[in-house]
């Protein structure tokens, strides 16, 4: 993908997500009679502004896009005129007050709900939770997997995807819980495994978790045949192109994708020579593996995907979808599950047991949101839910500044009777601020070292 394909989808990205987050905001807002003077998308110079409504409301976008907000009659910022200070937001009561500002987070979960639910609804094709043969002396491998193996269930509750099995054994790991797995093997023999979690190092889970237990997704084997390049690749940059049949690679014969992979994975950085058949005329290309991964050994890889011929997509993939009440319910689930799961994550961050390169910044969003985008609209929406949850929650994290600083303040407020004193806000947002340079200074930490490392 392009940079200003990858820019494009980042902007629309932040569009979205920001707007749904103020829009919880100016709602609430309205439905609670405060007067919104202003709802920006963005900071710093307009490049649009318009009035609408009956309080002549300005909407404005502003020129730079990280972040936006909802301006509100208060009197703590500008005098109000006698007739206004009913509409004023710091005469509303404190019930009031909480629900304007717990609005933001909300529509964010509610967004990922919606998004989550149609999903369900439509019916998202998926990888069947079939594993390969694990290699020799990983944890999946001592577990008893063999392959072929389909995980039917895990401690009991039925397994349907490869995403279902990957996000259920990395909760696990992260509490280092043993779990129950129930496969049908071929000839459709139903075994119990048990895999054990409880050794699972914490760089383990910063990684591809499965991938280190041995727990690789199964296809059956594939022609050595190039479906489709991608673009700016080094596959593109050396000139092979979709259709090319690999016959060999460095004078190794090559009979399937995986043979091919597993060549080029070895070689990062060091030109490959491949034997290739294109249009029926036998020739020799010869393509650098661009080196790539941070944690582990760096790996090699070209950017071409297979030619997947008609009835493999059959045999690999199950298309799932649920009726209304229960696409709402799994809807609903999945995004409390992923809000929790990131909570555990924040907090183990916190204590050392997690590492925190797991923050990530612009650079790195942008890049997901890129690499989404051309996946499909499918992989974008799904990408932009898993955003907006991790948006609502660290939103609701307890830190001045933030919205949960600020509901911090409402619920201490409600308990002592009467509002925080201004010089205790004024230090807690010195606190906020420091809190949130720091961890914005590990997001562009993280977002450089992974720019340069691959």
């Given at each position: 993908?392009?940079?200003?394909?990858?820019?494009?989808?980042?902007?629309?990205?932040?569009?979205?997500?920001?707007?749904?987050?103020?829009?919880?905001?100016?709602?609430?807002?309205?439905?609670?009679?405060?007067?919104?003077?202003?709802?920006?998308?963005?900071?710093?110079?307009?490049?649009?502004?318009?009035?609408?409504?009956?309080?002549?409301?300005?909407?404005?976008?502003?020129?730079?896009?990280?972040?936006?907000?909802?301006?509100?009659?208060?009197?703590?910022?500008?005098?109000?005129?006698?007739?206004?200070?009913?509409?004023?937001?710091?005469?509303?009561?404190?019930?009031?007050?909480?629900?304007?500002?717990?609005?933001?987070?909300?529509?964010?979960?509610?967004?990922?709900?919606?998004?989550?639910?149609?999903?369900?609804?439509?019916?998202?094709?998926?990888?069947?939770?079939?594993?390969?043969?694990?290699?020799?002396?990983?944890l999946?491998?001592?577990?008893?997997?063999?392959?072929?193996?389909?995980?039917r269930?895990?401690?009991?509750?039925?397994i349907?995807?490869?995403?279902?099995?990957?996000?259920?054994?990395?909760?696990?790991?992260?509490?280092?819980?043993?779990?129950?797995?129930?496969?049908?093997?071929?000839?459709?023999?139903?075994?119990?495994?048990?895999?054990?979690?409880?050794?699972?190092?914490?760089?383990?889970?910063?990684?591809?978790?499965?991938?280190?237990?041995?727990?690789?997704?199964?296809?059956?084997?594939?022609?050595?045949?190039?479906?489709?390049?991608?673009?700016?690749?080094?596959?593109?940059?050396?000139?092979?192109?979709?259709?090319?049949?690999?016959?060999?690679?460095d004078?190794?014969?090559?009979?399937?994708?995986?043979?091919?992979?597993?060549?080029?994975?070895?070689?990062?950085?060091?030109?490959?020579?491949?034997?290739?058949?294109?249009?029926?005329?036998?020739?020799?290309?010869?393509?650098?593996?661009?080196?790539?991964?941070?944690?582990?050994?760096?790996?090699?890889?070209i950017g071409?995907?297979?030619?997947?011929?008609?009835?493999?997509?059959?045999?690999?993939?199950?298309?799932?979808?649920?009726?209304?009440?229960?696409?709402?319910?799994?809807?609903?689930?999945?995004?409390?599950?992923?809000?929790?799961?990131?909570?555990r994550?924040?907090?183990?961050?916190?204590?050392?047991?997690?590492?925190?390169?797991?923050?990530?910044?612009?650079?790195?969003?942008?890049?997901?949101?890129?690499?989404?985008?051309?996946?499909?609209?499918?992989?974008?929406?799904?990408?932009?839910?898993?955003?907006?949850?991790?948006?609502?929650?660290?939103?609701?994290?307890?830190?001045?500044?933030?919205?949960g600083?600020?509901?911090?303040?409402?619920?201490?407020?409600?308990?002592?009777?009467?509002?925080?004193?201004?010089?205790?806000?004024?230090?807690?947002?010195?606190?906020g601020?420091?809190?949130?340079?720091?961890?914005?200074?590990?997001?562009?930490?993280?977002?450089?070292?992974?720019?340069?490392?691959?």
């Amino acid at each position: 993908m392009s940079l200003l394909q990858t820019i494009t989808a980042f902007l629309v990205a932040l569009a979205v997500l920001i707007v749904v987050h103020e829009y919880g905001h100016f709602i609430a807002a309205r439905l609670a009679g405060v007067k919104v003077l202003r709802f920006c998308v963005g900071f710093g110079r307009p490049i649009l502004v318009t009035r609408r409504g009956a309080d002549r409301t300005e909407w404005v976008l502003a020129a730079v896009p990280f972040g936006g907000y909802v301006k509100m009659l208060d009197e703590r910022e500008a005098p109000v005129a006698p007739g206004e200070l009913d509409r004023a937001f710091n005469r509303q009561s404190v019930w009031k007050r909480f629900t304007i500002v717990a609005a933001g987070p909300v529509f964010n979960f509610a967004f990922a709900i919606a998004v989550y639910f149609a999903l369900y609804l439509h019916g998202v094709p998926e990888a069947r939770p079939v594993v390969a043969e694990p290699p020799a002396g990983t944890l999946a491998q001592r577990a008893g997997f063999t392959a072929a193996d389909r995980v039917r269930s895990i401690d009991g509750e039925p397994i349907e995807t490869w995403q279902e099995l990957r996000w259920r054994i990395l909760q696990a790991a992260l509490q280092r819980h043993a779990l129950s797995i129930e496969v049908i093997s071929t000839g459709d023999r139903i075994r119990a495994l048990r895999l054990d979690l409880a050794g699972v190092s914490s760089e383990e889970v910063d990684g591809d978790l499965l991938e280190r237990l041995g727990m690789r997704l199964y296809h059956p084997p594939l022609p050595a045949v190039l479906g489709r390049v991608i673009g700016g690749s080094a596959a593109e940059r050396a000139g092979l192109k979709a259709g090319d049949r690999i016959e060999a690679a460095d004078a190794r014969p090559v009979e399937t994708w995986d043979d091919l992979v597993r060549i080029v994975r070895a070689r990062p950085g060091t030109p490959v020579g491949l034997n290739l058949v294109r249009d029926g005329q036998r020739m020799v290309i010869e393509v650098t593996p661009e080196a790539t991964g941070t944690d582990g050994p760096r790996v090699g890889r070209i950017g071409a995907a297979p030619e997947i011929p008609p009835n493999h997509a059959e045999r690999i993939l199950v298309t799932v979808s649920y009726g209304i009440a229960t696409s709402l319910e799994k809807a609903v689930a999945k995004t409390w599950d992923i809000s929790i799961f990131s909570l555990r994550m924040l907090g183990r961050m916190l204590v050392g047991e997690v590492s925190w390169r797991h923050l990530s910044g612009p650079v790195t969003i942008a890049d997901y949101a890129g690499q989404s985008a051309q996946l499909g609209w499918i992989a974008y929406v799904t990408f932009l839910a898993l955003i907006s949850i991790s948006l609502g929650v660290l939103n609701l994290l307890p830190i001045p500044l933030l919205d949960g600083g600020h509901l911090m303040y409402y619920a201490l407020e409600i308990v002592k009777g009467s509002p925080v004193s201004e010089r205790s806000i004024e230090l807690g947002q010195r606190v906020g601020l420091a809190l949130l340079l720091v961890m914005m200074a590990f997001a562009f930490y993280n977002d450089i070292n992974r720019l340069f490392s691959g």
